[in-house]
């Protein structure tokens, strides 16, 4: 038996557009190494998935989100 599929909270959120800038909303789908979490344990759809990813690498890029956190020295 399949599970119905959970809704996906950006969509719920009412973001139409996931943003660089938004470190906080980020964060939620990025593991304690830095990982960007896969759509199927974080629930995004796929279209939300795609800009997340692209949005995490370009916030990471200009140091909004750290590569590997938790790391010091």
Known sequence: MRRPKKPCPITEAGIRYVD??????????????????????????A???RQLSKAVKKARYL???????????
Do not use: C, E, M, W
């Not at 800038?21 to 759509?39: E, H, N, Q, V």
């Not at 140091?63 to 020295?73: M, N």
């Open 47 to 49: 279209r939300h998935q």
């Open 63 to 73: 140091a909004l989100l750290p590569y590997v956190k938790g790391q010091t020295g």
């Open 20 to 45: 660089y800038k938004d470190d906080r909303l980020l964060a939620r789908f990025i593991t304690d190494y830095g990982k960007i979490l896969p759509s199927r344990l974080s629930g995004v759809d």
